[in-house]
């Protein structure tokens, strides 16, 4: 049991013993277990030479001495870090309360005045140990919650800086490793950052727990490639991305892209099944123009998005104008959100006229964007986007509404014959609910089935080809009509055709385009309508613009046409003022063009009886 140090500093020595002897007879030893141990200073600087040797748990300290007096010394030991925690009693004769302020201000905890009583000394002794020894059991306590909080500190900031799964650091350590760099001046370097092809699917057909071994072993392999200097770290999901400093062009890392590329060469063996793997790549290379990590790790991110667009296995070197196109896209992405709650998009019709009686059979449906700035967007700029996002759902199903609702206006103005085109993407055509949807529309707006005609491009039926005949039987089954939109563009392969129960090929604008380039000599629009001939099925020709290119297509036997000769797409009301005008026209009365409607089509140009809307329809 370490002994209670108590230092006395007197002049008189004698002090010492009354002290000791006082100290000794009530029980010599400090809540009845541990020994008292004095020690004696006999002046100031003797005090404040022992305090290191005999480390006090208390001082009694006498205030009239020679040379430095108590309260002097008093204020020096307080004014010792170390020791300012030491409890002091100023032991004194003077009794005016003045006096006794002084030795307090000085920072005395305790005073006792001299003749010393036994009983008032031990108890104010005890008082102050006990003081004390709460103090340093706070201290104690205080000391170990540092320390547990530092522990946990360093603990979350494992987890922040290291990947728990594969043991790589992760997103933010890489972030922190890179920004030092940069910080540092350091600008040569490389980001090489690989993003796994086909991890999704090891995930939802293996599960998750092959998927995590798998994520393992990838980070085992590439891990063997890392040199000295360099930092890989895993920082998404499936995403890898390695920093090599000193990297200052192309050259310098290609070498080191193909090695972490063969990697995938060998399949991964995980739970006794053999994964073939590959990986996308995208490269930045550090340079002037961006010091800041994240900017950086996003353009590697960036670079990664373009060489997955290219397809499996590939690399692609960031550039800025990428940086441009992913913000663009993201805007893109959410203002077409915003546009479809705002009720933005609208639908347009173009004619599709007989090319033998040059009358109007149908229109299709084609949707616009109606931009509050820039005006009317043509879809070319949102489809893809709304493809990938899936948007092209709800929007599609609310220009198939339009439309239907259109059409049954014009059924009931005097045009029972038109029948209306509308396109479907490839993602509305996999969309599981695609035929409830459409029967609940037809209901809703009292269309009959055969006034409808559905266009599909190739893409959409050769993505899923069993699922694709299957939904396409069930609508044929309720009598809606099947085109086959951009005929020719999609795959050489015309065996689907038998299997696919369609009716109208439509032929891409690029055939008819080329058409007049070739001279006489029209071997694609020629065999594609020599095909639907001998597979019984209609054919439109799309985009005519010339009257050379509609005059060639009836030669060939074309029956229907589409395009900016005879109209172009047109808001409802301006083809309701066109279909009412032909009809009149073709009654023998005779009414002006409305302006508008006149500037946009081309029909002043061409004999009148073409735009006749009372064809039977399309079959
Ligand atoms: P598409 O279905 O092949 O529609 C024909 C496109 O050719 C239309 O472009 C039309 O305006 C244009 N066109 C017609 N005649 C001519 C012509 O003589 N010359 C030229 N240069 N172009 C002509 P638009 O309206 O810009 O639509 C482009 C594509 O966007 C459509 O091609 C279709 O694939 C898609 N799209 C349009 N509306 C919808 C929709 O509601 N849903 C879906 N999924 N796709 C749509
Ligand atoms: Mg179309
Ligand atoms: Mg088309």
């Not at 140990?129 to 979350?156: S, Y």
Request: with cysteine.
């Amino acid at each position: 049991m370490t002994p209670i140090a108590i230092l006395v500093i007197d002049d008189e020595s004698a002090n010492l013993e009354v002290i000791e002897t006082i100290l000794m007879t009530y029980d010599g030893k400090w809540n009845g277990s541990r020994p008292y141990q004095l020690h004696y200073a006999s002046d100031g600087q003797m005090a404040l030479d022992q305090l290191a040797i005999c480390k006090p748990d208390l001082i009694l300290l006498d205030v009239m001495m020679p040379g430095m007096d108590g309260i002097e010394v008093c204020q020096r030991i307080k004014a010792m870090p170390q020791w300012q925690t030491v409890p002091i009693i100023i032991t004194t004769a003077l009794t005016q309360k003045r006096d006794l302020a002084m030795c307090l201000a000085a920072g005395a905890d305790d005073f006792i005045s001299k003749p010393l009583s036994g009983i008032e000394l031990t108890a104010r002794v005890q008082s102050m140990l006990r003081i004390r020894d709460q103090q340093q059991r706070l201290e104690a306590f205080n000391t170990q919650l540092e320390a547990k909080v530092q522990e946990r500190t360093a603990e979350l900031r494992r987890l922040i800086v290291q990947d728990t799964l594969t043991g790589l650091p992760s997103r933010n350590g890489l972030v922190e490793t890179l920004s030092a760099k940069l910080e540092a001046g350091e600008t040569s370097l490389a980001l090489i950052f690989l993003d796994c092809d086909n991890f999704q699917l090891v995930n939802s057909s293996l599960g998750y727990g092959v998927g995590n071994q798998f994520l393992v072993a990838i980070a085992e392999r590439l891990d063997r490639h890392r040199q000295s200097g360099d930092f890989l770290a895993r920082v998404g999901e499936d995403k890898f991305c390695l920093l090599r400093p000193g990297a200052a062009t192309l050259a310098d890392i290609e070498p080191l892209i193909d090695t972490l590329q063969s990697c995938f060469d060998q399949p991964f063996a995980v739970k006794e099944l053999e994964i073939y793997a590959s990986a996308c790549v995208g490269v930045v290379l550090g340079n002037n123009q961006s010091q800041e990590a994240e900017v950086l790790l996003q353009a590697a991110d960036t670079a990664t998005y373009y060489a997955k667009k290219r397809g499996k296995g590939t690399v692609q070197i960031f550039d800025w104008s990428m940086h441009q196109a992913v913000f663009n896209r993201l805007t893109l992405e959410n203002d077409l959100q915003r546009a479809l709650e705002r009720q933005e998009f609208i639908t347009y019709y173009q004619p599709i006229v007989d090319l033998k009686t040059q009358q109007i059979a149908g229109v299709e449906a084609l949707v616009r964007w109606r931009h509050p700035e820039r005006g009317i967007v043509s879809p070319n700029e949102f489809i893809p986007c709304m493809e990938t996002t899936g948007l092209v759902v709800p929007v599609g199903m609310l220009v198939l509404q339009q439309a239907c609702e259109q059409l049954k206006r014009w059924h009931q103005q005097g045009h029972p014959h038109l029948t209306m085109s509308v396109n479907l993407s490839v993602r509305q055509f996999a969309c599981p609910n695609l035929v409830a949807d459409i029967d609940r529309v037809l209901t809703q707006t009292g269309i009959a089935p055969t006034y409808l005609r559905l266009e599909i491009t190739e893409s959409a039926i050769m993505d899923n080809a069993d699922a694709a005949i299957a939904v396409t039987q069930e609508l044929r089954s309720r009598g809606i009509q099947i085109s086959i939109d951009d005929f020719g563009t999609g795959y050489s392969s015309l065996g689907y055709l038998h299997r696919f129960p369609v009716n109208t090929l439509k032929i891409d604008r690029s055939f008819i385009a080329q058409m007049e380039d070739n001279g006489s000599d029209y071997p694609v629009v020629d065999s594609i309508i020599t095909l639907s001939q001998k597979l019984k099925l209609s054919v439109i020709a799309e985009g005519i613009e010339t009257i050379q290119q509609l005059e060639r297509l009836k030669e060939l036997g074309c029956e229907y046409g589409q395009g900016y000769f005879f109209s172009r797409p047109l808001p409802a009301e301006e083809l309701t003022q066109l279909f009412n005008y032909s009809k009149k026209a073709v009654e023998g009365i005779s009414t002006p063009l409305p302006i508008r409607c006149a500037t946009e089509i081309s029909i002043l140009t061409k004999p009148r009886h073409w735009l006749r809307a009372d064809k039977p329809q399309l079959t």
